[in-house]
């Protein structure tokens, strides 16, 4: 088989852009009914308004003028200037032809060109079962160095469990808000993700937690909101207006799922059902608004035990394993 033709994508270029993301499309959804992928649109503005903290690279693999296969790469300016992410997709009907290889190859070049030593991905098991990109990584001397589970429940949720799970914990206050987070809870909101960042699970991922500050907040802020409506929950305790915790659910504008993003509670405020009720805060919010929403989506590394028997309680259910695997030069 002769080997498919690779070239970068030009991301101004809107036909180019389709004809990627519809063979990303093809692969991600292939054997995978939940799987979640970005949509077109908003693929579009993240390439198309690129972050001042991030590089990203766009290989498409070509056969008779058909985009047969896709690479990512994503190259952070800031900070793990040794890291390299990486993402390959092929059309199912295209696979073992060498496609995949070939696209390999072709970022492996530019990665180690940019002095990148470490490489990361991202791939889906079903749930007790294996996939190709699990061989195929693992052909390439990658190893699973983390594991999540990616888990989903239905919207709305019933609504007597939904009622029994909304309890209000004593002494804090739930505040809200959309999109842009208000000047009052800046800082607060800053040293909440800033603990995130720290706190959640990576296994053996070789990369040091980013450190965001007003910049980089703004930045993703703005850069969000071209195609997402972000709702965050936070905890204030009343006492003395401490920030306890918070919670974010992400609304792709162009489609009907919901992304239940980051969820924290302060050390010295844990262990008292913070993280439900900001859940639930986030949730009621959704369905009050956002009624179209017919599914909402997370990850949790099952190590994890206090967010995953939150997910579990709160009704979220196993859908398949993701894999993040590494190769170190
Ligand atoms: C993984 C994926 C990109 C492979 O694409 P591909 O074009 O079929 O890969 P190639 O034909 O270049 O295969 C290269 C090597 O990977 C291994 N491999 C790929 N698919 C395999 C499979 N189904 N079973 C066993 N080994 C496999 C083999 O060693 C193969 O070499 P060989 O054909 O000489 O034996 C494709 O299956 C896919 O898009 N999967 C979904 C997305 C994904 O998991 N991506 C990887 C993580 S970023």
Known sequence: MSAPTISFVDVHDDVALAAWHGAESASVNHERPLALQRSLPALTASVQHPSAFVRRVLLAARRDGEVVGT?????SQTENEHLAELEIHVRPEHRRRGTGAALHQAVDEIRRADGRTTVIGELYL??????????FATALGFTSVHTEEHLAMRLPADPITADLLTREVPGYEIVTWTGRCPDEHRAAYLSMRNQMNLDVPTGQIDATPVVIHEARLADSEL??????????????RVADGAMGGYSVVLLDRSDHVALQDDTLVMPEHRGSGLGMQLKQATRAIVEAEHPERQAIHTWTDPANAAMYRTNISFGFAPVEILHEMQRVD
């Open 223 to 236: 850069r969000t909101a071209r195609s997402y409506i972000t709702i965050v929950a936070a905890a204030r």
């Open 126 to 135: 079903p749930l007790g079962g294996s996939a190709a990109g699990l061989d």
């Open 71 to 75: 690479a990512e790469l994503v190259l």
